[in-house]
C-alpha cells in the first residue's frame, strides 16, 4: 500500500498569513494514463470531508483561489496564500492512483 | 446539485449484518465510479471499497475483503454496502464519495458493540 506522510500534523496560525503542509508519498503517483490522482480534503469540524484540490493543482468547484496545489513524483505541497477564520479544520492528502487508495494522517489547522 | 444521503448506520452485535445505502442525486449516477470511505471516530480516513460505473468490477481494503460486499443500483440512483461478520475494529462513520471523492455525503455510523 502506498502510504502517505503528512507534515505538520498542526499547524497554529495567524488569520491573514499564509500556511503550507507537505504530503509524501512512499511511491510516486503518476498513473499509467499519465495522471497523478493526488487529492487534497479539509474536514471543518463536524463536517464530512470537502474536496479542495485534485490532480495535484486543480481547484474543485467554489474553491477560493487562496488554496493553491503543487508538486510531482512523491511530493506535494497545499499552500494557503491568507489563512481565513473558515480554513479551519483538518486538512487530508489522498491519493487515487493505485488501490488501496490511501490517505495522510490529517494536519489540523487552527488559529493562534 | 449533488446529494449524497448515507442510511443505514446502526448498533449491531459482533458478528452481525448491516446494509448501508447511499442515494444519489443531482447528477448521472449510472457514468460515475463509487466508494465507501470510513471514518473512526477521533481518527483519519480510510478507503473501504470501489465499484464502477455499471457494477462490473470492485475493489476492497484487506480489512473487510470477504465480509463487506458493495453493490449499486443504477434504476434507483442507490449505491450499497452489505457488511456481514461485523467486527468492533468496523466501528466508524462511514461515507460515500463519488469518483475522485468531489462529493461526501454526511456519513451514516455503525458501531459495533455487544
Known amino acids: 500500500d502506498i502510504v502517505m506522510t503528512q507534515t505538520p500534523l498542526s499547524s497554529p496560525v495567524t488569520l491573514g498569513q499564509p500556511a503550507s503542509i507537505s504530503c509524501r508519498s512512499s511511491?510516486?503517483?503518476?498513473?499509467?494514463?499519465?495522471?497523478?490522482?493526488l487529492s487534497w480534503l479539509l474536514q471543518r469540524p463536524g463536517q464530512p470531508p470537502r474536496l479542495l484540490i485534485y490532480k495535484i493543482s486543480n481547484r474543485f468547484s467554489g474553491v477560493p483561489d487562496r488554496f493553491s496545489g503543487s508538486g510531482a513524483g512523491t511530493d506535494f505541497t497545499l499552500e494557503i496564500s491568507r489563512v481565513e477564520a473558515e480554513d479551519v479544520g483538518v486538512y487530508y492528502c489522498?491519493?487515487?492512483?493505485?488501490?488501496?487508495?490511501?490517505f495522510g494522517q490529517g494536519t489540523k489547522v487552527e488559529i493562534k | 446539485e449533488v446529494q449524497l444521503v448515507e442510511s443505514g448506520g446502526f448498533l449491531v452485535q459482533p458478528g452481525g449484518s448491516l446494509r448501508l445505502s447511499c442515494a444519489a442525486s443531482g447528477f448521472t449516477f449510472s457514468t460515475y465510479w463509487m466508494q465507501w470511505v470510513r471514518q473512526t471516530p477521533g481518527k483519519g480516513l480510510v478507503w473501504v471499497s470501489h465499484?464502477?460505473?455499471?457494477?462490473?468490477?470492485?475493489r476492497y481494503a484487506d480489512s473487510v475483503k470477504g465480509r463487506f460486499t458493495i453493490s449499486r443500483d443504477n434504476a434507483k440512483n442507490t449505491l450499497y454496502l452489505q457488511m456481514n461478520s461485523l467486527r468492533a475494529e468496523d466501528t466508524a462513520v462511514y461515507y460515500c464519495?463519488?469518483?475522485?471523492?468531489?462529493?461526501w455525503g454526511q456519513g451514516t455510523a455503525v458501531t459495533v458493540s455487544a
Open positions: 489522498m491519493q487515487a492512483t493505485q488501490f488501496p487508495w490511501t
Open positions: 465499484i464502477n460505473s455499471d457494477g462490473s468490477s470492485t
Open positions: 464519495t463519488r469518483a475522485i471523492s468531489d462529493y
Open positions: 511511491q510516486g503517483l503518476l498513473h499509467s494514463d499519465g495522471n497523478t490522482y
